[in-house]
């Protein structure tokens, strides 16, 4: 499967992703329909945490936000293969993400699927996600009104180019 391929023809994907430094943890994300349209972005901090928090909290607020604006997707990708494991019963949880995985399975759409996205093809999130550090709460976003430190991982995602970081 190609890891750049937008969702199904007439579908939407959400995208997260969560980071944790110094203890302090955010999260980002976006949707998109299949032509690459951004129909929803958003960044948050969370406050004090670990790494699995924050993609759990990222995947939970994402799919939070979809149901709060009744936007219904087909497809979820994130690049932690750890919580993707959890999510989908192949691996017990840690008890610090237990009930957000499980408030998470209540929110997504059961036609939904979660599955593990290399980091170089969730570049748009992981960039919100970096967004969430300069955050205080949560902030939504759309196409036009992307913060400028997005800008370049959107129009890289549309052409379907990887987006690598420094290590």
Same mark, same amino acid.
């Given at each position: 499967m190609n890891q750049l391929a937008g969702p199904p023809y007439g579908s939407l994907k959400l995208n997260t992703d969560?980071?944790?430094?110094?203890? +302090?943890? $955010?999260?980002g994300g976006v949707v998109r329909d299949?032509?690459?349209?951004?129909?929803?972005?958003? !960044?948050?901090? #969370?406050?004090i945490?670990?790494?699995a928090e924050a993609e759990a909290k990222a995947m939970h607020l994402g799919l939070r936000l979809c149901s709060e604006r009744g936007v219904s997707i087909s497809?979820?990708?994130?690049?932690?293969l750890f919580l993707v494991n959890?999510?989908?019963?192949?691996?017990?949880?840690?008890? +610090?993400? $237990?009930?957000?995985?499980?408030d998470c399975k209540n929110l997504?759409?059961?036609?939904?699927?979660? !599955?593990?996205? #290399?980091?170089?093809a969730n570049g748009l999130a992981d960039r919100l996600e970096a967004h969430g550090h300069t955050c205080q709460g949560i902030f939504t976003f759309e196409r036009d009104s992307l913060p400028t430190t997005?800008?370049?991982?959107?129009?890289?995602?549309?052409?379907g180019q990887p987006q690598y970081r420094p290590l």
């Open positions: 969560g980071s944790c430094i110094d203890n +302090a943890y $955010e999260g299949y032509t690459g349209v951004i129909i929803l972005a958003f !960044s948050s901090s #969370f406050g945490g670990n790494s497809l979820m990708e994130l690049d932690s959890c999510f989908n019963d192949l691996w017990d949880p840690p008890w +610090a993400i $237990e009930y957000i995985l499980r997504i759409p059961s036609h939904a699927s979660v !599955s593990h996205v #290399f980091r170089e997005c800008h370049a991982a959107y129009q890289a995602d549309l052409l």
